[in-house]
């Protein structure tokens, strides 16, 4: 899942009795968790091995349900994306300044933070362009602190320092201890690129002790955006050099105690920089199933229950413990939502007549990349887009600990009574919350785009989140059947409505 936050509201439901259909079991639940997130299948990268074979199992899981093949007789919806770098052969980032030359080398020295073009000729050819210092790269006027007040960047090469002044003091005017969303590299990026400049460079701040560049991660595992021209991030001890010749650090510790900016021009001093790095593009695949509805006229509109089944495979960028190489499983993200969808399928087709219009059971790839994959189904649907009534996403539903968030009511609101419907029949057990990460943070925001009203599931961050740690021995499978209960009592509800929910507009 894609991170981000929301607030308000509860609702506890009152246990009943299920309908008579196939009762989702959580043995069964944990059991598609437990391959999805073995070892074996290395995190689900996208374009990877273990994808292919999560997407195989899944198609297998969907055609032992009882569901049709949901694109041209195929279970599988393929399309491209962006899925690592490669690297030509011209590579060079050198720093002039009264004299003294800095040579610094791809991989061990400096790696880019965003990378366009071909990896055949120099996509980038930098040569002789002068040097601007701009503090922390940041420009927060509301706040009184902007570091591109008073210097011209247009045309020009850009250093900033990582992080924010003042980060440590809970008295700072710049939002105290906690960072401000200003402060993400993916931010200092844009504003250097709207203020004109060429290129970006970021050094680590001198108040950190150790330099968070990620150099080994990008030797092994190199990744980046496209932030629409060159970010670079470069390591401090090779530039300490020229960091103590343009007094950078001493500047640094005035910002720190005033929050005066300090930027200037760096005087004879320019940076040369080549670059052949291009996108790697892979193939990976949407899996489809389709239970047509029970009645003839009805099965013209369909709903599509959807989760994505990539993950982040040995995190990289995408991990919030970036330094750490190595497998990160995805068991809550988003094996449970995946697991989910498969059982709910089983149970929809063993009592089909309760599903008047079509269902559209649909696992995700792409969603770690930037919701690519339901942007393509959206974009391609296999069953008409505009015959879509609803869209229910299940991300992250394996930690419900006795709740569950339900986001995206606010652009449908007559859903809900089929969500309290929903949950009387679910039974008890679970508390409905309206916070986390809001409509529109996960695959249910590319139907929102398409005006079609779309609920969110999800159980809540946690530690283990988009880290290594996240395994099968920590999901919670009574609460992730209650969750997966409550989407297909939603779905039924939907199913059966006389007339297709309404779409107010997205709050997102």
Do not use: C
Not at 39 to 65: H, M, P, T, V, W
Not at 99 to 114: C, D, E, F, Q, R
Not at 220 to 226: E, L
Not at 401 to 430: C, F, H, I, N
Request: proline share 5%.
């Amino acid at each position: 899942m894609r991170k981000a936050l929301a607030a308000v509201g509860l609702l506890v439901f009152a246990a009943t009795l299920v309908h008579g259909e196939k009762e989702i079991e959580p043995d069964a639940l944990l059991g598609h968790i437990k391959f999805l997130a073995a070892d074996d299948l290395k995190g689900r990268a996208n374009g990877s091995e273990g994808l292919e074979r999560a997407g195989d199992y899944i198609a297998e899981q969907f055609k032992s349900a009882g569901l049709q093949p949901g694109v041209n007789g195929s279970w599988f919806q393929p399309f491209e994306l962006n899925a690592g770098l490669l690297i030509g052969p011209t590579n060079s980032l050198s720093f002039q300044s009264r004299g003294k030359t800095v040579t610094l080398t791809l991989g061990t020295s400096y790696y880019p933070l965003a990378a366009t073009g071909s990896d055949k000729t120099p996509s980038v050819k930098l040569d002789n362009v002068p040097l601007v210092f701009a503090g922390y790269g940041l420009a927060v006027p509301e706040l009184g602190y902007d570091d591109y007040k008073n210097v011209d960047v247009s045309g020009k090469a850009v250093i900033v320092f990582t992080h924010e002044p003042q980060e440590h003091d809970a008295a700072s005017r710049l939002n105290g201890t906690r960072p401000m969303p200003q402060t993400s590299l993916n931010a200092k990026a844009q504003l250097a690129l709207s203020k004109g400049a060429r290129l970006l460079i970021a050094v680590s701040d001198p108040s950190h002790r150790y330099d968070e560049g990620q150099f080994t991660l990008f030797k092994s595992d190199p990744d980046a955006d496209d932030q629409g021209f060159p970010v670079l991030r470069v390591r401090r001890t090779e530039m300490q050099p020229l960091l103590d010749a343009w007094r950078l650090d001493a500047a640094a510790r005035l910002i720190d105690m005033d929050l005066i900016p300090r930027s200037e021009v760096l005087t004879d001093s320019t940076v040369n920089y080549v670059e052949s790095i291009s996108k790697n593009r892979k193939t990976v695949r949407n899996v489809v199933g389709i239970l047509p509805g029970s009645d003839s006229a009805r099965a013209r509109e369909a709903i599509v229950i959807g989760a994505h089944y990539d993950h982040v495979g040995l995190g990289g960028r995408l991990s919030l413990t970036p330094d750490r190489v190595e497998i990160h499983n995805g068991a809550d993200d988003n094996a449970s939502g995946t697991a989910s969808i498969i059982e709910m399928a089983r149970s929809a087709v063993a009592d089909r007549a309760r599903f008047p219009r079509t269902l559209i059971f649909i696992a995700f790839a792409g969603e770690e990349r930037g919701l690519l994959g339901s942007a393509y189904y959206a974009s391609h649907a296999t069953f008409p887009i505009d015959n879509t009534i609803a869209m229910l996403n299940l991300d992250m539903v394996g930690r419900a600990r006795g709740g569950v968030d339900v986001s995206g009511l606010d652009v449908s609101p007559s859903m809900e009574a089929d969500l309290k419907a929903a949950a009387t029949a679910a039974g008890g057990g679970l508390q409905i919350k309206r916070e986390g990460p809001g409509a529109g943070r996960s695959d249910d925001s590319n139907f929102l785009d398409h005006r079609i009203p779309a609920i969110n599931f999800f159980t809540g961050f946690h530690a283990d989140y988009h880290r290594p740690s996240d395994d099968w021995e920590k999901i919670d499978a009574p609460g992730t059947k209650r969750v997966a209960t409550l989407a297909l009592e939603l779905a039924a509800r939907l199913a059966e409505r006389a007339s297709r929910p309404e779409f107010v507009g997205s709050k997102r």
